[in-house]
């Protein structure tokens, strides 16, 4: 098992009683996404929770997406709706560092800072990966992808 799926357990397990969203992309083969991004997720047994996290989930943590951007799917903004007042922290893991999670980390730092509003945005980079291709360098992205939320006032850990 990769170390970032391994800290992703590890994290779940020690915030066992916390409230969570796990978001999950969910696409048609008509989806603009796939203007920027090749094709996936467009089966069912591609839009599922990784099995060593899926004993965390329940049906109400469950969200699907159709961006990269898992602020903005229904299901999310739903949860959100009924959450974030009550919240101080957002502890944000993932598949992939510069796109989904720094996307979704940015969104919520610009959310409550338009409402003048504390709250401790945390992504655990050890616990967050992104892919390899001959123009994408998985560990440059992720690198830039921590630098640029640092800069935003999101704080980036290791577990």
Same mark, same amino acid.
């Given at each position: 098992?990769?170390?970032?799926? !391994?800290?992703?357990?590890?994290? *779940?397990?020690?915030? @066992? =009683?916390?409230?969570?969203?796990?978001?999950?992309?969910?696409?048609? /083969?008509?989806?603009?996404? &796939?203007?920027? &991004?090749?094709?996936?997720?467009?089966?069912?047994?591609?839009?599922?929770?990784?099995?060593? #996290?899926? !004993?965390?989930?329940?049906?109400? /943590? &469950?969200?699907? !997406? *159709?961006?990269?951007?898992?602020?903005?799917? *229904?299901?999310?903004?739903?949860?959100?709706? /009924?959450?974030?007042?009550? @919240?101080? *922290?957002?502890?944000?893991?993932?598949? =992939?560092?510069?796109?989904?999670?720094?996307? #979704?980390?940015?969104?919520?730092?610009?959310?409550?800072?338009?409402?003048?509003?504390?709250? !401790?945005?945390?992504?655990? @980079?050890?616990?967050?990966?992104? &892919?390899?291709?001959?123009? =994408?360098?998985?560990? /440059?992205?992720?690198?830039?992808?921590?630098?640029?939320?640092? #800069?935003?006032?999101?704080?980036?850990?290791?577990?």
């Amino acid at each position: 098992m990769p170390s970032a799926i !391994k800290n992703r357990v590890r994290i *779940n397990e020690y915030l @066992l =009683h916390c409230r969570r969203v796990f978001a999950v992309d969910f696409h048609t /083969d008509k989806s603009t996404e &796939f203007r920027t &991004f090749p094709e996936h997720c467009t089966t069912d047994d591609e839009c599922q929770i990784i099995e060593e #996290l899926d !004993k965390f989930a329940s049906s109400s /943590d &469950f969200v699907v !997406k *159709n961006c990269a951007n898992a602020m903005f799917s *229904n299901g999310f903004l739903r949860w959100f709706a /009924d959450n974030a007042d009550t @919240l101080d *922290n957002f502890i944000i893991v993932g598949a =992939h560092t510069d796109i989904d999670v720094m996307q #979704l980390a940015l969104s919520l730092r610009s959310y409550f800072n338009e409402r003048n509003r504390a709250v !401790k945005i945390i992504v655990v @980079l050890n616990a967050c990966r992104t &892919f390899a291709a001959e123009s =994408h360098n998985a560990d /440059d992205f992720h690198t830039f992808a921590a630098y640029n939320m640092l #800069l935003n006032g999101i704080t980036c850990v290791n577990v």
